[in-house]
């Protein structure tokens, strides 16, 4: 059974530059896209970034360039690294492997301006 856990998120100012990492545990974290995803209260959930298993990495247009994604197979860890925050960027954020088949609980980011 995979297990995915966020941990990074909180209340940053605009223009800050928080770290999130989601630790993954049942899978072979090593062959699996990963990737992440947010959701805006009342907006659906949206793509963020993904970054497959050989690196290769897809970000969405409103964050390309501030977002980098990025993974850690030594420890079964996916990070997303955020700068140059906006207050469009409150969310909570979710982890997902293997193209959304399995899910981390989120992490709740807001975004003070």
């Known amino acids: 059974q995979v297990q995915l856990v966020e941990s990074g998120g909180g209340l940053v100012q605009a223009g800050g530059s928080p770290r999130l990492s989601c630790v993954a545990s049942?899978?072979?974290?090593?062959?699996?896209?990963m990737g992440w995803s947010r959701q805006a209260p009342g907006k659906q959930r949206e793509s963020v970034a993904h970054?497959?298993?050989?690196?290769?990495?897809n970000y969405a247009d409103s964050v390309k360039g501030r977002f980098t994604i990025s993974r850690d197979n030594a420890k079964n860890t996916v990070y997303l690294q955020m700068n140059n925050l906006k207050p469009e960027d409150t969310a909570v954020y979710y982890c997902?492997?293997?193209?959304?088949?399995?899910w981390g609980q989120g992490t709740q980011v807001t975004i003070s301006s």
């Open positions: 970054i497959r298993s050989g690196g290769s990495t």
């Open positions: 049942g899978s072979t974290f090593s062959v699996n896209t």
């Open positions: 997902w492997m293997n193209w959304g088949s399995s």
